[in-house]
């Protein structure tokens, strides 16, 4: 298969080769009907402008940078292909770098963009990252930046996130409908803003419902496995071991479950499970995992949407604004739920 | 926190800074173990050379490419930490790029790659590449390219691949030890190599042992998600259906396990199920899944080993080599295997 070209994609839309360039530069000589017809078409056929050779001719790069902790972890990987269905409809490049959640790293990736390598960034800061100096750093030398679902104080500019304090609120109060007495937050560090404001939704859940407090009621979770085993185990293996578990970070969902089978403790009869998750295999899991699914590929789409809306300004600014996009409480057998007939 | 200077990473490891320093960049004066302890110590702080100001040294950008179709598979996921474990010991940059499967996409950044934007490039190539012409004119421009995983004929450079065949084989013969006479091949489009080494090892086994052919031998996916679920459904509808599933890729599991419970086919007992994945939650599947487990991060550790041996050639010429790592058959209960005792 070679290459489509923008003849090749006139021709199937049945549209001059004019039209179809004006369309896709947006230009206001199109009718908004016939630039949606021709990005669907472009979409369809995996039409790909040359952001290069426009680069040229605009003195841009072209390019947008997506920095973010790891790509291992399914809100991640859903937010890219959201921020990529807009920069492919705008012809731009989507370069992505990981943190692995090193402030240092960050500062390092940060550093490079003031020379201008890309035109805009989209971050979602790293576990590590207090003060935003090295992102302000960074909107100072001109370039815009938005923030995704980890945000961080000081520079004012635009951030998409999700209900994270409501979503986790809604969650303590589906395990106290279940029966749980002891719910236990096992979280990241709670420097970072989504854990921050989970865990306030979490303690103000508990205060409300009146649900008294225990030892272990938080757990935090660091960088070391087997560490996190050990901590996890030890709370667990107690007499009177928690009944409830939200599970922050989609990633210790595997430990909860693996230590569940270790000590023989049945989910959901001794322990009700939720976690903050966009698995797709959450549902085939044993048992089906409840989970707070975040709609991770439209943060992505409406952060991308604001940077584009900076780059057309001729001063590149950007709004200061916060766009929240509601997560959602989906209940499955490991809080007790019953499971939804299949088809 | 700030970011580690090099002057504290010396302070850590008690050891002056000009030592640090030349372990870093490889020196010659340097002993292996004294190498070995920066690399370490460097990774435990976090440490991040400064790529941007050493580029202006050395007047190349420091930065390698990693171009592959999609973050949301746990293999390429891996494969991209390997990756950059590698690249951070070097004071790389890493910089991904997703096609999408296009190969229009994965054409428009090659060409970008053509300007010296990057001094290396890894690519998995996508679902519709066949010629390799595009990423022959990266090589011919001076960039060397590495490629894993999926890997096209013509470009003449280095390959880090699984053993694709056997394992396919070695997992026909497993389903027909559980007791399968019609095993089915669930595919993505074969101009791929790994699916086309994946069917290679699969027909050869089911003409070793003389399994009867069938219809629905081979189903091909594509990316129509709806007709994907026809073609699947009709598949397992049939009088006779197939009684053994060997899944090509990740994102296809979640399809069968879907039908499964849909049209209430039980697994193990009416369709044994072995999937290509390296999916964390396959032990906690109901019923855990047996699965195909890649060597990822050793694939993309490799694959990174074999660029930056070039890279630190004057010629940057790259040899010309298949790396073969091999995959693991991990037995569970989608095929009827007890499980394995926890703990």
């Given amino acids: 298969m070679s290459a489509v070209t923008l003849k090749m994609l006139a021709k199937h839309l049945s549209l001059s080769v004019a039209t179809v360039s004006k369309a896709l530069a947006d230009s206001h000589e199109i009718r ?11 979409r369809e056929l995996g039409y790909v402008g040359n952001p290069y050779a426009s680069s040229l001719r605009k003195r841009a790069s072209k390019t947008i ?16 292909n959201g921020i990529e269905s807009v920069a492919l409809q705008e012809g731009y490049h989507v370069l992505i770098y990981l943190t692995h959640e090193h ?19 989209l971050v979602s800061v790293s576990e590590e990252t207090g003060s935003g100096e090295h992102i302000r750093r960074v909107l100072d030398s001109g370039t815009p930046v938005v923030f995704f679902d980890r945000v961080c104080d000081g520079p004012g500019t635009a951030c998409v996130i999700t209900d994270d304090f409501e979503s986790s609120y809604r969650a ?21 803003s989504i854990s921050m ?9 508990l205060a409300d419902l009146g649900l008294p407090r225990h030892k272990d009621e938080v757990l935090i979770f660091g960088k070391n496995e087997a560490e996190n085993m050990d901590l996890l185990r030890a709370a667990l293996s107690q007499p009177r071991p928690p009944d409830g578990m939200l599970v922050c970070v989609e990633k210790h969902v595997t430990y909860v479950y693996q230590l569940c089978a270790e000590l023989r403790i049945c989910i959901p009869d001794a322990l009700k499970v939720i976690a903050f998750t966009n698995l797709k295999t959450a549902q085939f899991m044993s048992p089906p995992l409840t989970t707070v699914s975040q709609p991770a590929f439209e943060i992505g789409k409406t952060a991308a ?17 916060v766009i929240v996009i509601k997560s959602a409480l989906v209940k499955r057998e490991s809080t007790g739920s019953s499971p939804v007939s299949p088809g």
């Fill in 197 to 205: 404001n989970r865990l306030k939704g979490f303690e103000k859940a």
């Fill in 65 to 80: 940078a997506v920095v973010l902790p790891e790509v291992a972890d399914s809100f991640f990987s859903e937010a890219i």
């Fill in 32 to 42: 908004q009907s016939t630039k949606t017809l021709v990005i669907e078409g472009a």
């Fill in 103 to 121: 402030l240092a790293r960050e500062q390092a990736i940060m550093e490079e963009f003031k020379s201008g390598r890309v035109d805009g960034v």
């Fill in 305 to 321: 949407a604001a940077l584009f809306r900076a780059l057309k300004r001729a001063s590149k600014t950007i709004d200061e604004e």
């Fill in 172 to 192: 303590v109060v589906h395990l106290a409908a279940s029966g749980c007495r002891q719910p236990t937050f096992l979280a990241t560090p709670t420097n970072l």
